[in-house]
């Protein structure tokens, strides 16, 4: 054994994977021209299941979000949900899934919570879990202020709209064209949190705080700008992570969406890691990841395009 080197065995580990976005139709590319598979990307999963299977210890499953394409034929909607969630439910263990803008292209809130099994009073997809108690995971809801997945007349949709149309000039409010730094993120392909879920977010804090957890946050779309595109992030970043900020339990945010990956500590320590997307994975490679949590870090050990990254924590 090497002397100074840390051998603690991990408190418990996870499996993750991001923005599979399965859909049966040709191959394709991104508006940037990358490639996407989108009909390898399911094998990936069941790549990942199985070796997530293989490591009979891994607690749970989290899915990033974006599990179909918006490019799905909308007649085929329900069915490659249905077919992608019953690949995550061959993973022997709970499996905690988040909404994307592409899950939301394709079916209303109201058809997608129920398939993938989040539970909801009001049409909203954040909660939080403790897995053992010396962890707490936040899934947020990055469509809680959207244009995308509520009805047209929702006063969410219409106040995702109203935002849109303040900061964002462009005919196609998809469009980043003449926006500069930080605004190019009023796209509307992201989405905001809700005062609501911002109320939820602050009291989970402080009562983790109380019972001196640390805490995972979880979000489809990324929170820093050092860890992301401009483009990719949540509309109201700055006041989430302001929040998140005057505590000090939140060691970690982990996101999708912005498939090419990236990874950043922030200003206050936080770490923030955006995952690769298993869509832009070629024929025989893959995205996903193991992660083995420790009281002082946690450790993403990836598969092929998915980097590992060693996450410790800084002190208090
Ligand atoms: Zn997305």
Redesign the pocket.
């Known amino acids: 054994m090497v002397p100074g080197v840390a051998t603690a065995q991990p408190l418990f580990s996870f499996g993750l994977i991001s923005?599979v976005?399965y859909a049966d139709i040709p191959d394709g590319r991104s508006f940037l021209g990358v490639p996407r598979y989108y009909k390898h990307s399911i094998l990936i999963l069941q790549r990942a299941v199985k070796e997530w299977n293989a490591h009979q210890k891994h607690k749970f499953v989290i899915n990033f979000?974006?599990i179909v394409d918006g490019f799905c034929p909308k007649d085929q909607s329900i069915d490659a949900v249905k077919k992608v969630v019953d690949e995550f439910e061959m993973f022997r263990g709970p499996v905690y899934h988040m909404i994307?803008?592409?899950c939301l292209y394709n079916l209303p809130r109201s058809k997608l919570l129920p398939l993938l099994k989040i539970q909801t009073l009001d049409g909203c997809a954040y909660y939080d879990f403790s897995p053992v108690p010396e962890y707490r995971f936040v899934v947020l809801d990055s469509y809680d202020i959207s244009a995308i997945g509520w009805s047209r007349d929702h006063p969410k949709t219409l106040e995702a709209l109203k935002l849109l149309r303040e900061k964002n000039p462009n005919e196609d409010k998809n469009s980043p064209t003449n926006l500069k730094g930080l605004e190019r993120r009023f796209l509307m392909?992201n989405g905001g949190i809700g005062k609501e879920q911002m109320d939820w977010l602050d009291g989970v804090l402080q009562n983790a705080t109380k019972l001196k957890q640390k805490v995972v946050v979880s979000s489809?779309?990324p929170l820093d700008p050092c860890a992301t595109s401009e483009e990719?992030l949540l509309w109201n970043c700055d006041e989430v992570m302001n929040l998140i900020h005057r505590y000090k339990c939140v060691k970690v945010i982990l996101a999708?969406?912005?498939h090419k990956g990236g990874y950043s500590i922030d200003s206050h320590g936080v770490h923030h890691r955006v995952f690769e997307a298993a869509l832009e994975c070629p024929p025989g490679t893959d995205a996903f990841g193991s992660v083995y949590v420790y009281d002082d870090r946690i450790s993403l050990v990836g598969t092929d395009r998915m980097a590992s990254t060693d996450m410790h924590f800084s002190p208090q």
């Open positions: 923005d976005q979000g974006d994307g803008n592409h392909f489809h779309l990719a999708g969406h912005d």
